[in-house]
């Protein structure tokens, strides 16, 4: 017997702590990021550190400036939303409200096939397909660009806001529909007037959770953007990510040189950035409750 | 306009958006089947790289990624399950169960190549595990640990209440309910979830970059603080890397790859459908 309460006592501590370890993890990833980054800022003031011009690492003396990354991961960001958020939003309206069942479970499938492949074959098939077609179609010296590059996030994007928007769009009550249509409104005008008010903020989370995640891919980004570390002025040109940066350089750098650092300054500065993109999106998955 | 007409227009147009988003992906699948399956053969398979990985096999990449991912299941099943045990079975609805429930939200959206830093500094770094099986499991472990603990808290809380009363009521202790009346029944969805997070950790190259994975290694690893090839970063090199591969080597890694993560959620699929069907309450 008392043995047993021994073993129980044991194993209630244990799924108690087991139950805080998310906290503890985010914790230690901040902290170990912020250990090693730390190091960069006895050098670099933090305001060179992000509106400097100029990544050149290992150029003597070297700079670390990251601007020129931060509107990289803008570029392709932007250029990602503007694709895949009407074009995941209209497929999610579909999936949900007009697709007959059996299709309908045809496009989950492959939704969730699409969230199942690796990015590092999508950005080998980009690298193939996409990237000559770019080159070819505009008349450029390469295909590798933040176009391309957008492209193929939009696509990466896809399954998180397709899937988080239609559980969004299926989460409305279904009287709000029947309501609109028996006053008479068309199919069209009940979603448009009725059922996106009503799984806005759903939608919005969907929105927010595809951002974050385009913001931190990288593999793929990596091998279709080209890389190179300047101030873009189109969406036609090569740049360079934060994620493709640090991915790109670490293997190369000593441990504990402001090299080293300052791709820890970079993953400190995504991991905030992320952690904002979540939180918002998380405040708005609340709200609808 | 014509309310009539608008929604037909509207309702085409979002069709051709549903199938602008669909079609690539069976298009992709299709082109790596088509160009990668000519590679497929015995020797390809179990054979090591030859000519500077120009020829040859890719064995030490796929034992690699088995490797990788067993570690990570290893540490990140017990843990996400127990804490998804703490979730439904004890937290109650406090400030510290909200901060738990947005840290699991941020896990999730933590971008790869940071646990990839995250990884380096503390297991490969700090811990003194150098580059090697046991810090890119336990990074890779970490990354999936959200989906694990997402898909247990579920898979628990989809288990009737009337079974946590009955056993409670016939005198059986918090945990011996867990482990009696509330685990076996909730244990095809955990299962579900794990496989999941395999598929995930399978393909995930970013978070081994910098822990463990080798650009080319010529024996296989002899213990758990070695080094491996793993299947991902093995399709990076040959297709960024290395000048003058041929290209059903790079599409035959990718097909691997590809059909050793579809697999694995085909699994989670058909244990989550079965599950479904079976269930009696």
Redesign the interface.
């Known amino acids: 017997m008392r043995l047993r309460q021994l073993k129980e006592f044991l194993i209630e501590n244990l799924i108690l702590i087991s139950g805080i370890i998310s906290i503890i993890i985010v914790a230690l990833i901040f902290l170990f990021l912020l250990k090693e980054a730390i190091g960069l800022f006895k050098t670099v003031s933090l305001w060179k550190f992000i509106s400097g011009k100029n990544w050149y690492p290992i150029s003597d003396p070297p700079r670390f400036g990251i601007l020129s990354l931060i509107l990289g991961t803008i570029f392709v960001t932007l250029g990602a939303s503007i694709i895949s958020i009407p074009l995941g939003i209209a497929s999610a309206i579909y999936i949900a409200e007009v697709a007959p069942k059996s299709f309908k479970e045809i496009l989950k499938a492959g939704i969730e096939l699409l969230a199942a492949i690796p990015s590092v074959v999508l950005g080998f098939i980009g690298m193939n397909t996409l990237v000559p077609l770019v080159k070819k179609t505009f008349d450029l010296p390469t295909g590798l660009t933040a176009f391309s590059g957008s492209i193929m996030l939009a696509f990466m994007a896809m399954p998180t806001i397709v899937s988080i928007a239609e559980d969004a769009l299926t989460a409305v009550p279904k009287q709000y529909k029947e309501g609109a249509i028996a006053l008479g409104a068309t199919h069209w005008q009940a979603i448009r007037r009725v059922i996106l008010p009503a799984g806005l903020s759903g939608i919005v989370a969907a929105i927010m959770l595809g951002i974050g995640r385009v913001i931190g891919e990288t593999m793929a980004v990596m091998m279709i953007t080209g890389n190179a570390a300047v101030i873009p002025h189109t969406l036609l040109q090569p740049v360079r990510t934060l994620t493709a940066t640090i991915a790109a350089e670490m293997g190369e750098t000593v441990v504990g040189s402001n090299h080293y650092f300052a791709l820890f300054g970079i993953g400190l500065t995504l991991f905030i950035i992320t952690f904002l993109v979540n939180l918002v999106a998380d405040i708005a998955l609340h709200r609808k409750r | 306009m014509n ?2 007409l ?2 037909k227009i ?2 085409f ?3 051709l ?2 199938i ?3 079609l ?3 298009l ?2 299709a ?2 089947i088509k160009k990668g399956a000519p590679a497929l053969n015995w020797e390809f398979l179990t054979g090591f790289p030859r000519q500077g990985m120009r020829a040859g096999g890719i064995f030490p990449a796929i034992l690699g990624t088995l490797y990788l991912v067993s570690g990570a299941i290893f540490f990140s099943l017990p ?2 399950v ?2 998804a ?3 439904v ?3 109650r609805d406090n400030f ?1 169960t909200r ?2 429930k ?17 990884g ?3 297991f490969v ?2 811990f003194k595990f150098g580059s090697s099986i046991l810090a890119g499991s336990l990074t890779l472990g ?1 990354m999936i ?2 989906v694990i ?1 997402t898909a247990a808290k579920e898979a628990l809380e989809s288990v009737p209440h009337s079974f946590r009363e009955v056993s409670l009521s016939l005198g059986a ?3 011996q309910m867990i482990r009696k009346a509330i685990l076996p029944y909730a244990l095809p969805g955990i299962l579900t979830g794990a496989i999941l997070g395999l ?1 995930r950790a ?5 978070p081994i ?2 822990t463990v994975a080798a650009f080319y290694l010529p024996r296989l690893p002899r213990s758990i603080f070695d080094q491996v090839m793993a299947l ?2 093995h ?2 090199v040959l ?2 890397q290395v000048p003058n591969v041929k290209q059903s080597l ?1 599409y035959g890694t ?1 097909l691997v ?2 059909v050793l ?2 697999i694995m ?1 085909l699994f989670a ?1 058909i244990i989550r459908s079965r599950f479904r069907r079976k269930k009696r309450w």
């Open positions: 309310p009539r608008s929604h509207f309702f147009l979002i069709f958006a549903t602008l988003v669909i690539p992906v069976g992709i699948i082109i790596i843990v996400g127990l804490s045990i703490y979730l079975e004890y937290s510290l901060l738990i947005l840290a699991i939200v941020n896990l999730a959206g933590v971008p790869s190549v940071v646990y990839g830093l995250f380096l500094s503390l770094i700090f970490i640990l959200p603990i202790s918090k945990w598929g399978a393909g995930e190259t970013a970059l910098f991902p970063y399709l990076y297709s960024t790079t990718a790859l590809l993560v579809l959620n699929i």
